[in-house]
Each structure stands twice: as C-alpha cells, then as structure tokens.
C-alpha cells in the first residue's frame, strides 16, 4: 500500500519558469515531509523539508507548502534551470519513526 | 560536512563471489542505513543500524549482510547472489529519529551479477 503518492511521472518547464510537483499521502500519522532529488546514477540529494507544524518553508529557489487537512504538498521551484532536470521524490516519515515512505519520483526536464 | 561515502563506486559479481560494499560518514551521525533501488522506482530500506546495533531488517535474505563496525563506518556483505539482486545500492545516515532528521545518502554502488 503506497502511502506517499506523486501522480505526474514528468514535468517540462522552460528555463526560467516555475516547476511545481506535487504530493499526496495517506497516513495522517506522518509529520515530516521531504524532497529529494536525484541524478541518473547517483544518490538522492536532500533538498527542503518540512515539520507538520508549519505550512510553508523556504530555502532559495525551493518552496515547500503543506495542506494538511488536503493531505497534500508540493514543491515550487523558482525560477527553474537546467541543472534542474532530475528525478524528485517526495518522502515521509512519522516523529522516531526510521523509515522513511518515498512517492514513486517525478522526472523534471527544464527546457531551454 | 554533508558527505557519505561509498565503495566501491560499480560492482561486478558473479553468483558465487562474496564481496562487499563500504559506506562511511563524518557527521557524527548514529543512525545509517541500507537501501536498494532499481532503476525508474524510489530506494527501498533494506537495514537500518542505530547506534552501531541493527534495529530494522526489512526481511532481507541472508545473502545480504550488514556490519556497523563503529559509529562512522558500515558495510554490506554479498554472498551467492542473484541476478535480480542488480541494483543500485544506497548508503545513508541520520541522527537519530527521537525526532524528525533528513537522511542524507550517499553516491551508491552499482551492482550487476553475472
């Protein structure tokens, strides 16, 4: 049962426009939410997290919403750039909890 | 310092090879962990070690073998693999989860048997 969900497997964005993925969980017990993202052939890279108690963090051109009552995240990435292109997984995890439950990746292509 | 290390960077076995995979951190971290991941899907937790004792075995076979050697350092031990056990594998590390940490992962092995 997949608990941590992200719908759109792609995105293309041209460069300097905004790229929005989005997230959807199911486990109300979850209360710290992150995005990673991640090159072909490498490690997941940490990028912004976010505590259940808050609804907004930001960090550069990352910004990371919460809707708890929607279940629902997203990221924003402004503005977007080349280096941008990669796989983003969404991830969760409870509060002492080790595991951490990743949605399934979407793939951004920012176009020139 | 966010770095996790890993060796060695691609891997080539075959079934009846023993081998073994190292992951070091310098973070001070307690908590490291074992993933797997194929190609297109997210990493899958295989073991988790928290303060150098393992506490989570995702109910892996004895094939795989982890050791945390010391606070800094963990390995993984191969032994009569599977070709379907060709993956990507990831090394992280946290502090521990008496509250909510990121984990930050290493590079990974790329593992292919022959």
């Known amino acids: 049962d997949q608990q941590v969900k992200q719908n759109s497997p792609s995105l293309s964005v041209q460069e300097g426009r905004i790229s929005i993925l989005n997230c959807d969980y199911t486990?109300?017990?979850?209360?710290?939410f992150l995005w990673y993202k991640k090159y072909p052939a490498e490690g997941p890279t940490f990028l912004i997290s976010?505590?259940?108690?808050?609804d907004k963090n930001e960090d550069g051109r990352f910004t990371v919403f919460l809707n708890k009552s929607a279940k629902h995240l997203s990221l924003h990435i402004v503005p977007s750039q080349p280096g941008d292109s990669a796989v983003y997984f969404c991830?969760?995890?409870?509060?002492?909890?080790?595991?951490?439950?990743f949605g399934a990746g979407t793939t951004v292509t920012v176009r020139a | 310092d966010t770095e996790v290390t890993q060796t060695p960077k691609h891997l080539v076995m075959g079934m009846t090879n023993k081998k073994s995979l190292k992951c070091e951190q310098h973070?001070?971290?307690?908590?490291m962990y074992w993933y797997k991941q194929k190609a297109k899907k997210p990493p899958e937790l295989m073991f988790v070690?928290?303060?150098?004792?393992?506490?989570i075995n995702e109910s892996v076979p004895s094939r795989f073998s982890p050791e945390c050697p010391n606070s800094s350092l963990l390995n993984l031990h191969l032994h009569a693999l599977q070709p379907e056990d060709s993956a990507l594998y990831l090394c992280?590390?946290?502090?521990?989860?008496?509250?909510?940490?990121?984990?930050?992962f290493g590079p990974g092995t790329r593992l292919t048997v022959t």
């Open positions: 486990n109300s017990m979850f209360d710290y």
């Open positions: 973070m001070g971290h307690r908590a």
């Open positions: 991830a969760a995890s409870v509060r002492g909890d080790y595991k951490l439950s």
């Open positions: 992280a590390s946290s502090q521990v989860r008496d509250q909510s940490y990121e984990q930050y």
């Open positions: 070690y928290s303060y150098e004792k393992l506490s």
């Open positions: 976010i505590s259940s108690i808050k």
